[in-house]
């Protein structure tokens, strides 16, 4: 190859790779100027996000308004289907996902997160007492309810030789319906969730068993588009975790 040639490629390849580079970094957005926050949740998994009233409160709520209180935002909620979040955020139609959402590899391919504000949350086979199916093992060859895209719905979906069911509403309540109707052998799901279901109904004729291995947590997603305010929320957040703040709503939501 001629050397004139070789130059010319060579010269077509950085300006290739500076036009890339151009059109990467624009996507790359600055919220010091931006006055109201976007905030995507799903108000069908209390205690995280729920309606009372017709008002959209719960833990991550409380959390997401109080961070944002302190950076001097405002904040506008938007309520949407859980699966549709990940996609929003993508685009960049919502700057920031508090849902109960759990960080994994996965999930942060499409948004960045925070460190985890709540860990330790077990996954838990739920059973009518008659069924007596407290292990992996025992749900094999058995139908189990999942609610679709959490990590019950990963975990289970990995595991050989079980039948599951997708419920595409977040609410825990679904899983139980399906539970008590027969459609399902057992329901899959974390432990905080269930804790406000059980609090109106009698858990006493359910078996709940915590499948070891199998904590969630749960962090922010913040658009990949807003490196800025993921920095300025975890900043705030460990403020948060300093002065007592996380820890009172953790009491406030019976997370402790």
């Known amino acids: ?97 508090a849902a109960g959402i759990t960080p994994t590899e996965e999930r942060a391919k499409r948004a960045l997160f925070t460190r985890p504000h709540l860990t330790s949350d077990s996954l838990v086979i739920i059973t009518p007492k008659n069924k007596s199916l407290v292990s992996l093992d025992d749900l094999k060859n058995k139908t189990v309810v999942v609610n679709e895209g959490y990590v019950s719905d990963s975990f289970m979906s990995e595991q050989p030789g079980i039948n599951t069911l997708r419920l595409s509403s977040a609410a825990v309540s679904d899983g139980m319906l399906a539970l008590e109707s027969g459609r399902a052998d057992a329901f899959v799901t974390a432990l905080n969730p269930m804790k406000p279901y059980f609090a109106k109904y009698d858990s006493n004729e359910f078996s709940i068993t915590a499948i070891p291995g199998t904590e969630e947590s749960s962090a922010l997603a913040i658009s990949k588009h807003y490196p800025e305010l993921r920095s300025s929320l975890q900043r705030t957040l460990d403020r948060m975790e300093e002065d007592g703040t996380l820890a009172i709503l953790k009491k406030k939501w019976d997370l402790l």
């Open 1 to 97: 190859m001629k050397k004139a040639s070789l130059l010319i490629i060579i010269a077509l390849i950085l300006a290739t790779s500076a036009i890339v580079w151009k059109k990467a970094n624009k996507k790359i957005i600055s919220t010091s100027d931006i006055e109201t926050i976007i905030v995507g949740t799903n108000a069908e998994f209390q205690p995280f996000s729920f309606k009372e009233n017709d008002v959209i409160t719960g833990f991550d709520i409380d959390i997401i308004t109080q961070a944002l209180t302190r950076l001097g935002k405002q904040m506008v909620i938007k309520d949407m289907p859980f699966d549709a979040l990940l996609p929003e955020i993508q685009l960049g139609n919502i700057h920031v996902i």
